[in-house]
């Protein structure tokens, strides 16, 4: 442990900050060698929470809103995701997010292990997130519990919505989709009791049984012609 640690220098060549580098330091000050730019390409472990609270300088000058945390969303995928320290949360890249466990569970994790989302550590502090064109698919549970998050805009490209998406995000109000996806799958918005409107795009076809389960403020729902399913339980609670 290096509980004294309060400035560090790093090398405008470094690529990752690993799992809790820094996470028994008292870290206020990084000097970093390399452009913002530079900095905001390193992949940053979100357990490395003392970051969101350190100054942060690149070349010398200190960096208003520094990325915090980022990386691949798995170690084999290649969509990429960023948080800054004003809480947004960026997604960006070309192909599927990965498929995630709820928080804590090991179910179909490989070797035991958890599989959270890698933001995961840093969940409470996300307030934005972006969804950026060219990434195809929303991974399960990818932003579960996301509570500061009040609205989200799915772009042309995602065909997927994954189930358990956006799970107990009690703080969002607005869902804009855009993409041609053609199933609602099963509790995306489960617990989403702050949403109160939603148009369900042409193309959908299915809604999957819990969608909108416990959510209590919903008045509004444009439920296109070609649905053909509606599951069970997706307005009840």
């Known amino acids: 442990y290096c509980s004294a640690l309060e400035t560090i220098s790093l090398p405008d060549g470094i690529t990752a900050i690993r799992y809790r580098a820094f996470s028994a330091t008292a870290l206020k000050k990084v000097n970093f060698a390399g452009t913002a730019e530079q900095w905001n390409s390193i992949a940053i472990d979100a ?4 970051l969101l609270d350190a100054d942060i300088y690149c070349g010398g000058e200190l960096q208003e809103n ?3 945390a980022g990386g691949n969303c798995s170690y084999y995928d290649p969509v990429k995701w960023t948080l800054d320290r004003n809480g947004k949360l960026t997604i960006y890249g070309s192909g599927k997010m990965h498929n995630y466990n709820a928080p804590g569970s090991t179910a179909g994790s490989s070797g035991g292990g958890s599989n959270d989302a890698p933001w995961w550590s840093m969940h409470s502090y996300v307030k934005s997130l972006e969804i ?3 990434v195809t698919s929303v991974g399960q549970y990818a932003f579960y519990d996301l509570m500061g998050l009040t609205e989200v805009v799915i772009p042309e490209s995602v065909l997927t919505v994954e189930e358990d998406a956006f799970r107990d995000c009690t703080s969002l109000v607005n869902v804009e ?5 053609d199933y609602i799958d099963y509790h995306v918005f489960n617990g989403c009791s702050s949403l109160t409107a939603i148009d369900i795009p042409d193309g959908v076809t299915s809604i999957g049984e819990y969608a909108f389960y416990d959510c209590g403020a919903l008045t509004s729902i444009t439920i296109p012609s070609g649905v053909t399913s509606i599951e069970d339980g997706v307005f009840s609670g």
């Open 177 to 181: 989709i855009l993409g041609p996806v």
């Open 47 to 50: 357990s490395n929470t003392v």
């Open 132 to 134: 950026q064109e060219g």
């Open 66 to 68: 520094p990325v915090v």
